[in-house]
């Protein structure tokens, strides 16, 4: 069978990654797709930057759309990320009758429900595995494996760069800040770190997987972000006095009243697989009524990781070549006309447990009146840590442990804790999750 | 689009799960998969029985070849196990034009190479995710997500039973003995535990995932198959004071001579994730050269577990009810003619390290005329634990980590050691891996 020509948009790290993993694996891939996949245009920013492949045999070129509109590409790849460029480059390939692979998780999270109604009306397909988790066949195991299941609820460290500086402040029981120095010494991190520390990555993929898992659109805008910039090198020991690890999760979870979808540290219990997945490694634990618990592991980012998913897209697509329209699996897991307006929740309804943490006057009388504030919205203690005051401190720090609660009791609470003359500062919160 | 019609084989704890995943999620799945799916004549070898479904809708018969036989069923779901019928009635299937769903690990790794090519003359599909780690979407994972990779090794624990007792050996500090009849209370085991807990169920699985990984024909005859009958309460314990858990590990690996298929008891060490994987869970490790190491973990077995893989190859095939036969995911992830003659290791010639445990006179000389012997066969020494008498015996439990060995040398030292005076009964040993 004659091979099929690809268009790759961006040769940078995962670009030269896939050039790399199409040439190496040649035999291996064409013995498993039945045919020779070539990527035979291609498209960079700069021609005369030394790079991580070989182009031989690749026309290149500065000007995208050159690729895109080329007669001779069938699929297009885009990895050049950003959101304005990458989506009039997307939209343009369908027009053409193109099908496109891509890693952009914020070009689909942020433009996925118009880019896909395009693509349905031209028949193309849309493919997206390495947009979340890198090289872990993940939305294919939701999309595919699960389709069998109501899933119930998915959670995932989906970040490794926040990941690698909770486990260093674990493991090495070093500050915030100075890991994540050291992430951006080490290539883990970027030079403006917010994407990955602050969690708009994170929810970028989680609103992909909600939306695959659950058959809902995408709805970036309702994610509920928080990062890590302020979980302390204390939380991440008191957590760990109390039987927990700190991880930065995103949370997609089916309730009575509709979806909650959030990304925030997460208190998880360290026998939990999913605590004790560290580093840059990713993970993803997906809970569907009939299978129960799945987890999903391995390396979330990377030139050749991220290159083995565009790969498997590629080969997908090319399967799909003879197959009708309607047979494809649907881009976001569930036939468009089929998706549903569960409610996104909004947070102050999402109900979790709680680690607080406050410091506190150490006189009598202090812990009680904290409890029964807590009460009084109907909020119940599992634990209290109370240290002693180091030498010539008049405070101490005092950390609760509570069980489920709306978001709404927990800041009413609070509020009135803050209120108290001998509670000092903000009272600190990290939800905690079981997972079970 | 009209309803796809299924002829079930098997009404038992599979069967039934599978009649209700598919009634209760019918509107889920019929949302992603574009119809419905309905089954429509099923076989059960006695029709009076108790059924953990209802049955409704459904013509029922004794006679399996009425199910296949019948023009109205398009695809078939075997799910009676067991070898003779069922490949009898699979031939059938195709024969008839009709694609095969089947869960039964034991066909396809002791009769696949046949059914795929009489499937192949017949262009019908034979999916059987069900038959290896229940629901968990690894022949998914492997066969369409790892596409783009050479996979290296695969590692896993794909045997509930098996990882059961060794998991209830560790936390409970019990016998296996005691622990496999407690196994067979909760009917995790079955009254003849045979084949799990000497590592046949597990050699079948292992089959199947190493020839979708390496593009090698089934060759179920040459796995080494050694089961936990013989791992010791105080192996266990000495394991874990070395840093090591013991896992019943089924493992495939390419190595320059060829590739080797194993099933065995295995140290671990603690830190590594599939380590922590317990009671009846299973997971399967995957190393790809793009991709680096991924982990698949989930509930191995059950009635809606297996379910759910059994509807994800339904609607699999249903959705490739419109693809040429040439685009569809090959049986064994590699085209048919493209699978490779690589030559399966004889398992002296495979190489991993030990943990060797003996009993020994104890008096000066011994330790190091054991050293000396295993060093004639090139045999380094990582970690020597030697136990106090106990009170009034004459010998002591020597117990030695090595450095990794072809197998061939390790049967030679432990000829040579078992020939010394000063060593009582046999050198008991257990293999190492790292999976690094």
Chains 1, 2 share one sequence.
């Not at 070539?38 to 995208?64: F, K, N, W, Y």
């Not at 898992?213 to 760990?240: C, M, N, R, T, W």
């Not at 447990?353 to 506190?360: E, K, P, S």
């Amino acid at each position: 069978m004659k091979p099929v020509k690809v268009g790759l948009l961006g040769l940078g790290t995962v670009g030269g990654g896939t050039v790399n993993l199409l040439q190496r694996n040649r035999d291996e891939i064409s013995r498993r797709a039945g045919r020779d996949i070539e990527i035979v245009h291609a498209a960079a920013r700069h021609l005369d930057r030394p790079r991580t492949c070989s182009t031989e045999g690749i026309r290149l070129t500065t000007d995208p759309f050159e690729v895109v509109d080329d007669p001779e590409t069938e699929i297009i790849v885009e990895l050049i990320g950003g959101e304005d460029l990458a989506k009039e480059l997307t939209l343009r390939a369908i027009e053409r009758g193109k099908h496109v692979v891509t890693a952009n998780k914020a070009l689909i999270a942020s433009h996925g429900n118009e880019i896909f109604a395009r693509a349905r009306e031209q028949g193309v397909s849309i493919t997206f595995e390495a947009a979340v988790a890198g090289g872990i066949p993940i939305i294919k195991a939701v999309r595919e494996g699960l389709v069998g299941n109501r899933i119930d609820w998915l959670a995932g460290i989906i970040n490794g760069t926040a990941n690698f500086i909770l486990s260093e402040m674990f493991y090495a029981d070093r500050e915030f800040g100075d890991v994540l120095a050291e992430a951006q010494r080490l290539g883990y991190a970027e030079a403006d770190p917010t994407f990955d520390v602050e969690g708009v990555d994170a929810a970028h993929k989680l609103t992909i997987l909600a939306s695959i898992a659950f058959g809902i659109p995408l709805q970036y805008d309702k994610v509920h972000v928080e990062g890590i910039s302020h979980v302390g090198q204390e939380d991440v020991a008191y957590a760990q006095e109390l039987g927990f690890r700190i991880k930065h999760l995103g949370i997609a979870s089916r309730t009575e009243d509709g979806i909650a979808l959030r990304v925030h540290p997460t208190l998880l219990p360290s026998r939990q697989l999913l605590a004790s997945v560290d580093g840059v490694m990713n993970a993803v634990m997906v809970s569907g009524d009939a299978l129960g618990p799945t987890l999903y592991y391995g390396p979330g980012a990377g030139a050749e990781p991220t290159a083995s998913a565009v790969v498997a897209d590629l080969v997908d697509v090319v399967r799909e070549f003879t197959l009708a329209p309607e047979d494809r699996v649907p881009y976001l897991a569930f036939q468009s006309h089929a998706l549903s307006d569960d409610p996104v929740l909004p947070m102050d309804r999402v109900e979790t447990a709680y680690y607080l943490r406050m410091q506190a006057l150490d006189r009598p009388g202090v812990l009680a009146e904290v409890a029964r504030l807590l009460g009084e919205q109907g909020i119940s203690i599992e634990a209290i840590i109370q240290k002693q005051p180091e030498p010539g401190a008049e405070d101490v720090p005092v950390i609760i442990l509570t069980h489920r609660v709306r978001e709404w009791q927990m800041n009413e609470a609070c509020e009135r804790i803050e209120a108290q003359d001998a509670i000092l500062g903000h009272v600190h919160r990290i939800r905690v999750e079981t997972l079970d």
